[in-house]
């Protein structure tokens, strides 16, 4: 049976640094691109690629992310009383249902890998994306549904990549490529 990706790990809980001064009290995923928080791109990208589950692997100071997707009553209560029916709507949009978001506590900062283990007992043995949210890309099909559509036809392990200047290359994790597809390229190793 060909597995399906269903469930998505956002490592969230990094200091924002390279945003600072602005995620000194807020949040990077938080911070707005347009009309949007970061994070609601990230989780609209999921949902259309079929993700049903979002697990959010945090730390201390995330409270505004976990209030970002929890129902706010006063101010549901507030828009329906003042007839804005249209922004009540779209706070309702960002609602997430029981069960269907899950908060993990990175309890210290040991880098990415560690913060997709600590999602360990959620994924199980299951497929999982990972999405960093500040990661925002353009795309006329998405890239995450780009990458599930690769999984589902090779039921591998797919990562993102684009290339870099070679004179940049010591700051990120690099393929070892083994055969070039095209937009697919198997690999030997990172």
């Not at 507030?78 to 899950?102: P, V, W």
């Not at 591998?156 to 070679?166: Q, R, T």
Request: aromatic fraction near 6%; glycine fraction near 6%; include cysteine.
């Amino acid at each position: 049976m060909r597995s399906k990706v269903t469930k998505a790990i956002f490592p969230v809980a990094g200091m924002g640094t390279r945003f600072l001064p602005a995620t000194k009290s807020v949040p990077k995923e938080i911070m707005t691109l347009v009309d949007r928080p970061l994070v609601q791109y990230a989780i609209d990208e999921a949902r259309e690629a079929g993700i049903k589950e979002f697990i959010f692997i945090t730390s201390r100071g995330k409270g505004a992310l976990e209030d970002y997707f929890d129902n706010a009553p006063a101010l549901e209560a507030e828009l329906r009383k003042k007839g804005k029916d249209d922004l009540l709507e779209i706070l309702k949009s960002t609602n997430m249902d029981s069960g269907e978001i899950a908060y993990m506590r990175q309890h210290k900062p040991l880098g990415l890998g560690h913060a997709v283990w600590c999602a360990r007992r959620l994924i199980a043995n299951e497929p999982f994306a990972v999405i960093l949210p500040d990661d925002v890309i353009a795309a006329e099909k998405p890239c995450l549904a780009q990458m599930v559509e690769a999984f589902e036809e090779t039921q591998g392990n797919i990562v993102a990549a684009m290339e870099v200047p070679e004179d940049k290359a010591s700051s990120y994790g690099i393929l070892d490529i083994k055969e070039d597809m095209g937009s697919i390229v198997s690999t030997k190793g990172m």
